[in-house]
């Protein structure tokens, strides 16, 4: 059942939002959603300003806010708090009024409703995190920069119907309110009408937002509701993938579009790119003393949709609305417009023309593919440049191939969500072993692609552009890796990119711990005072032509940050969290940190300058830098290295390990599948038999496939038994030697030698494979599909056939160690001798993410002891 589904996903959420002492945080829920609601695009940035206000007596509350990029949108934050009640049941979890959301948005309207009448003013403290807003709303200069003002209700309740014989998922919309502002401009009193929009983020959208991994919510417009009238056009063309139509649009069409969905209208690599906020001059001249020649003198719109409701009436056709409307030519002449009449210029002149291209009767890639092209073809002549921000990006392909190959020295790996809810849909059709992939993976290791580009580029001068966050800095990140915009040349993506990616993370991810979060915190400014105090660091070593770059290897071979580094860096982050409120030239810290001019500042002043001149900064760059022509060295050696890219196998080894009946019990379900699809899964099932490679076009269908029963049936997942993990496991003991190799600089061909001598000593069968296999490593080829099910011997005999169970029940002289562990857990899983919580116990030490002591091992023996007298045999 869905809801169940939805549930599960809440649980999730909610355990991703504790804080270091296990308590939900607020803020941190909005960290855990904020990002799917720009997936979704409704915002542009998954930054946000904490402003945390409530009052009871009152009935006011707030949780955050931020202003879209162009300026012109105050998004204001609420969080039900009923909602993340760790005692809450599925009944209670169940809303079915729009009451119920009724009287959680008026919280939020009341609070707006007093601040922009100054009510709020004489009644906060200077020092409360909630000043800088209410300030914002009671001022002049903020009732004329707002003309909307959109509220979210994040709420982890499931909105549905009970009309039926069970409770179905349901959607509730609010009306949109305008009201009626003064405010002072030139000593002159004006008025304007403020948009207020409702909406509710709740458990229905997020999941949705999860399995649809990533993609932007389909924006309708309905020009007879909106406008009261329908776009009338002429057909251009019809062809076997769209539709093309001809339209003139008047200016004011445009301008209430875009008051009404801001940047949603624009299709993403034209939105990332565009500065709102530096109208075109050229157009607005137009505008003002030729309105009439606009049409003539202007490209015009280049306008794609999936969908639309069109009627053919006397010789012309009338366009009622566009499903999945999106402006991929004209960006620039729509936003212009509309902040033309925003500074008060007549518009009701001026029309637009406008090509409407409506793709029909395609799969989910086709159009993909189309509405891409047609948005690169439209934009030729433009600055735009013409990166793939898709998470199919060849760039980010290889990132996720490293992710999937290449292990810390300890043996550990990272998770790279390419693709939102990756993760998700992975733990989700995981079985039985979906305990031990999240522990294999904790969240502190992933990284979805957004997270990717900040921590990546926080490392550089830029931390401005890092706290705006969203599509720009994602932008800035593609286009340094290819080449693109502003640079000359692409980066390599090779091992030592993926080395210093996971430094770059793990300083981040340290310095936000050190900052904290909640009431133990330095502050509110954590977003801000992390990137900026990291360009500082970069600052003063790799941005120095004359000084020590800072040693990003270190960090990766300590896999954390050793004691005198992090203590440097608290002094360095409290001393930035201070500069960013004396330097800001507004009393809103976060909102001016997103500005360069801040950096400048912070950059070169005297504070910064003293501190990085003192004996500390010297001692942390000598220990942790590296001369610039010895780290050129060090990376040129290892140009050389036939890097390895295993993931063909990895893909081919996750299919193969699912098994023949795993695909069988897919094939049963015959109603979700094309007779194309039927083809396909007959073709994975035959090269599971004669264990052969798959090609590259069927992992793609396995993949998809994945997704669409993720979608439509997850209970599908619940009823399949898993083969066993051999061959998984296989895959793992071999790219572990070869990384054990690389990390220490050991011949692989001789590893993989060794392994064979073993082998053969022991009577393993196919012994012999792992010569092959070693010395195809060391060319940059991974093993074939049948090399690891004849390597899978050693394993199969090492843990079988060689060893023998233990007679002996005195636990004490058992050698307790991750080996064991492991079993332990896997047994357990199954047999559910333990309760969860031991269980869990036992995993943290089998995965290394807690260290064993005496105390430990005691207990684990007392488990063990429990296990054996179960029926558990120790080998």
Same mark, same amino acid.
């Given at each position: 059942?869905?809801?169940?589904?939805?549930?599960?996903?809440?649980?999730?959420?909610?355990?991703?939002?504790?804080?270091?002492?296990?308590?939900?945080?607020?803020?941190?829920?909005?960290?855990?959603?904020?990002?799917?609601?720009?997936?979704?695009?409704?915002?542009?940035?998954?930054?946000?300003?904490?402003?945390?206000?409530?009052?009871?007596?009152?009935?006011?509350?707030?949780?955050?806010?931020?202003?879209?990029?162009?300026?012109?949108?105050?998004?204001?934050?609420?969080?039900?708090?009923?909602?993340?009640?760790?005692?809450?049941?599925?009944?209670?979890?169940?809303?079915?009024?729009?009451?119920?959301?009724?009287?959680?948005?008026?919280?939020?309207?009341?609070?707006?409703?007093?601040?922009? $009448?100054?009510?709020?003013?004489?009644?906060?403290?200077?020092?409360?995190?909630?000043?800088?807003?209410?300030?914002?709303?009671?001022?002049?200069?903020?009732?004329?920069?707002?003309?909307?003002?959109?509220?979210?209700?994040?709420?982890?309740?499931?909105?549905?119907?009970?009309?039926?014989?069970?409770?179905?998922?349901?959607?509730?919309?609010?009306?949109?309110?305008?009201?009626?502002?003064?405010?002072?401009?030139?000593?002159?009193?004006?008025?304007?009408?403020?948009?207020?929009?409702?909406?509710?983020?709740?458990?229905?959208?997020?999941?949705?937002?999860?399995?649809?991994?990533?993609?932007?919510?389909?924006?309708?417009?309905?020009?007879?509701?909106?406008?009261?009238?329908?776009?009338?056009?002429?057909?251009?063309?019809?062809?076997?993938?769209?539709?093309?139509?001809?339209?003139?649009?008047?200016?004011?069409?445009?301008?209430?579009?875009?008051?009404?969905?801001?940047?949603?209208?624009?299709?993403?690599?034209?939105?990332?790119?565009?500065?709102?906020?530096?109208?075109?001059?050229?157009?607005?001249?137009?505008?003002?003393?030729?309105?009439?020649?606009?049409?003539?003198?202007?490209?015009?719109?280049?306008?794609?949709?999936?969908?639309?409701?069109?009627?053919?009436?006397?010789?012309?056709?009338?366009?009622?609305?566009?499903?999945?409307?999106?402006?991929?030519?004209?960006?620039?002449?729509?936003?212009?417009?509309?902040?033309?009449?925003?500074?008060?210029?007549? %518009?009701?002149?001026?029309?637009?023309?406008?090509?409407?291209?409506?793709?029909?009767?395609?799969?989910?890639?086709?159009?993909?593919?189309?509405?891409?092209?047609?948005?690169?073809?439209?934009?030729?002549?433009?600055?735009?440049?013409?990166?793939?921000?898709?998470?199919?990006?060849?760039?980010?392909?290889?990132?996720?191939?490293?992710?999937?190959?290449?292990?810390?020295?300890?043996?550990?790996?990272?998770?790279?969500?390419?693709?939102?809810?990756?993760?998700?849909?992975?733990?989700?059709?995981?079985?039985?072993?979906?305990?031990?992939?999240?522990?294999?993976?904790?969240?502190?290791?992933?990284?979805?692609?957004?997270?990717?580009?900040?921590?990546?580029?926080?490392?550089?001068?830029?931390?401005?552009?890092?706290?705006?966050?969203?599509?720009? %800095?994602?932008?800035?990140?593609?286009?340094?890796?290819?080449?693109?915009?502003?640079?000359?040349?692409?980066?390599?993506? +090779?091992?030592?990119?993926?080395?210093?990616?996971?430094?770059?993370?793990?300083?981040?991810?340290?310095?936000?711990?050190?900052?904290?979060?909640?009431?133990?915190?330095?502050?509110?400014?954590?977003?801000?005072?992390?990137?900026?105090?990291?360009?500082?660091?970069?600052?003063?070593?790799?941005?120095?032509?004359?000084?020590?770059?800072?040693?990003?290897?270190?960090?990766?071979?300590?896999?954390?940050?050793?004691?005198?580094?992090?203590?440097?860096?608290?002094?360095?982050?409290?001393?930035?969290?201070?500069?960013?409120?004396?330097?800001?030239?507004?009393?809103?810290?976060?909102?001016?940190?997103?500005?360069?001019?801040?950096?400048?500042?912070?950059?070169?002043?005297?504070?910064?300058?003293?501190?990085?001149?003192?004996?500390?900064?010297?001692?942390?760059?000598?220990?942790?830098?590296?001369?610039?022509?010895?780290?050129?060295?060090?990376?040129?050696? +290892?140009?050389?290295?036939?890097?390895?890219?295993?993931?063909?196998?990895?893909?081919?080894?996750?299919?193969?390990?699912?098994?023949?009946?795993?695909?069988?019990?897919?094939?049963?379900?015959?109603?979700?599948?094309?007779?194309?699809?039927?083809? $396909?899964?007959?073709?994975?099932?035959?090269?599971?038999?004669?264990?052969?490679?798959?090609?590259?076009?069927?992992?793609?269908?396995?993949?998809?496939?994945?997704?669409?029963?993720?979608?439509?049936?997850?209970?599908?997942?619940?009823?399949?038994?898993?083969?066993?993990?051999?061959?998984?496991?296989?895959?793992?003991?071999?790219?572990?030697?070869?990384?054990?190799?690389?990390?220490?600089?050991?011949?692989?061909?001789?590893?993989?030698?060794?392994?064979?001598?073993?082998?053969?000593?022991?009577?393993?069968?196919?012994?012999?494979?792992?010569?092959? %296999?070693?010395?195809?490593?060391?060319?940059?080829?991974?093993?074939?599909?049948?090399?690891?099910?004849?390597?899978?011997?050693?394993?199969?005999?090492?843990?079988?056939?060689?060893?023998?169970?233990?007679?002996?029940?005195?636990?004490?002289?058992?050698?307790?160690?991750?080996?064991?562990?492991?079993?332990?857990?896997?047994?357990?899983?199954?047999?559910?001798?333990?309760?969860?919580?031991?269980?869990?116990?036992?995993?943290?030490?089998?995965?290394?993410?807690?260290?064993?002591?005496?105390?430990?091992?005691?207990?684990?023996?007392?488990?063990?002891?429990?296990?054996?007298?179960?029926?558990?045999?120790?080998?």
């Amino acid at each position: 059942m869905i809801l169940e589904e939805y549930f599960n996903y809440r649980n999730e959420l909610l355990d991703q939002s504790k804080d270091d002492e296990g308590f939900i945080q607020e803020n941190l829920i909005l960290s855990q959603v904020l990002p799917s609601m720009l997936d979704a695009k409704l915002i542009d940035s998954e930054d946000f300003t904490n402003s945390y206000f409530k009052s009871t007596a009152d009935k006011l509350k707030i949780n955050a806010y931020s202003i879209n990029e162009s300026g012109e949108r105050l998004q204001l934050f609420l969080i039900d708090e009923n909602s993340i009640d760790l005692s809450a049941t599925s009944k209670e979890l169940m809303i079915s009024t729009k009451a119920s959301y009724e009287s959680q948005f008026k919280r939020c309207t009341n609070f707006h409703n007093k601040a922009i $009448k100054g009510h709020l003013n004489d009644e906060i403290q200077d020092s409360s995190p909630v000043r800088p807003l209410i300030s914002s709303i009671s001022s002049s200069q903020g009732a004329e920069q707002f003309d909307v003002v959109e509220i979210f209700l994040i709420t982890l309740t499931s909105t549905v119907s009970l009309r039926g014989a069970s409770p179905q998922p349901n959607r509730i919309e609010f009306e949109d309110e305008e009201i009626v502002v003064t405010y002072q401009k030139n000593r002159e009193r004006k008025k304007k009408d403020l948009l207020l929009k409702k909406r509710i983020i709740d458990l229905n959208f997020l999941y949705n937002v999860l399995i649809s991994q990533g993609s932007r919510e389909a924006l309708t417009v309905n020009f007879e509701k909106t406008f009261g009238e329908s776009l009338y056009s002429i057909k251009a063309a019809d062809e076997d993938y769209f539709e093309s139509y001809l339209c003139v649009l008047p200016a004011s069409i445009l301008s209430r579009l875009y008051k009404e969905f801001s940047t949603r209208l624009l299709e993403k690599n034209v939105r990332s790119f565009l500065q709102f906020r530096g109208v075109n001059k050229g157009i607005r001249e137009t505008i003002r003393k030729e309105p009439e020649k606009f049409v003539a003198y202007n490209n015009g719109l280049t306008i794609t949709a999936t969908d639309a409701d069109i009627s053919y009436e006397s010789g012309q056709y009338k366009i009622k609305s566009l499903t999945d409307f999106q402006i991929v030519n004209g960006g620039q002449t729509t936003a212009t417009i509309y902040f033309t009449q925003k500074d008060g210029f007549d %518009i009701s002149k001026v029309k637009v023309m406008a090509k409407i291209n409506v793709a029909k009767e395609a799969t989910d890639e086709e159009l993909e593919e189309l509405i891409s092209n047609i948005s690169t073809y439209s934009n030729a002549q433009s600055r735009v440049s013409k990166v793939d921000l898709r998470s199919r990006n060849p760039q980010l392909v290889r990132i996720k191939s490293l992710s999937e190959s290449v292990m810390t020295p300890s043996g550990k790996k990272w998770f790279f969500e390419k693709a939102k809810g990756e993760f998700n849909t992975k733990l989700r059709i995981a079985g039985s072993n979906k305990r031990r992939l999240a522990k294999e993976y904790p969240t502190q290791r992933r990284f979805s692609k957004e997270l990717m580009a900040k921590y990546y580029s926080a490392w550089g001068n830029q931390p401005h552009l890092v706290k705006k966050g969203g599509e720009k %800095i994602f932008r800035y990140f593609i286009e340094k890796l290819t080449g693109e915009g502003e640079f000359k040349k692409p980066i390599n993506v +090779n091992r030592d990119f993926y080395e210093e990616l996971i430094a770059k993370i793990i300083l981040f991810r340290s310095l936000e711990k050190i900052y904290g979060a909640g009431k133990n915190s330095m502050g509110q400014l954590r977003s801000a005072a992390v990137p900026y105090s990291l360009s500082v660091l970069f600052m003063i070593t790799d941005a120095d032509k004359n000084a020590p770059s800072f040693d990003l290897l270190k960090i990766w071979l300590n896999e954390e940050l050793e004691n005198d580094l992090a203590a440097y860096l608290t002094q360095l982050l409290k001393l930035v969290n201070e500069l960013i409120k004396k330097y800001s030239e507004s009393d809103d810290y976060g909102e001016y940190s997103k500005k360069e001019e801040l950096w400048k500042r912070i950059s070169l002043s005297k504070e910064i300058k003293e501190f990085t001149g003192k004996d500390d900064t010297k001692k942390i760059i000598d220990k942790y830098g590296i001369s610039k022509t010895e780290l050129k060295k060090r990376k040129g050696s +290892n140009e050389n290295l036939e890097e390895v890219d295993f993931k063909s196998l990895i893909d081919n080894v996750l299919i193969h390990s699912n098994g023949i009946n795993y695909y069988k019990s897919i094939q049963s379900n015959t109603e979700l599948l094309s007779g194309s699809d039927e083809r $396909k899964l007959s073709g994975l099932v035959h090269a599971i038999i004669n264990k052969k490679d798959i090609e590259d076009d069927l992992v793609l269908f396995e993949s998809s496939l994945t997704n669409k029963l993720r979608v439509e049936v997850p209970d599908f997942f619940d009823n399949i038994e898993r083969e066993d993990s051999l061959l998984y496991n296989t895959l793992d003991y071999v790219i572990t030697h070869y990384n054990k190799c690389i990390n220490e600089k050991n011949d692989v061909l001789l590893e993989f030698q060794k392994i064979e001598a073993i082998a053969k000593a022991k009577q393993v069968k196919y012994a012999s494979v792992f010569d092959q %296999i070693g010395k195809k490593l060391v060319k940059g080829i991974p093993p074939k599909i049948k090399e690891m099910y004849y390597a899978s011997y050693i394993l199969k005999d090492k843990n079988i056939k060689e060893l023998k169970p233990i007679k002996t029940l005195d636990i004490s002289k058992v050698i307790i160690n991750e080996l064991l562990l492991r079993k332990m857990f896997e047994w357990d899983s199954t047999a559910k001798i333990l309760s969860p919580k031991e269980r869990a116990y036992i995993a943290d030490f089998a995965w290394g993410l807690k260290k064993l002591n005496s105390f430990h091992e005691k207990n684990i023996r007392r488990h063990l002891k429990n296990l054996v007298n179960k029926g558990y045999l120790i080998y």
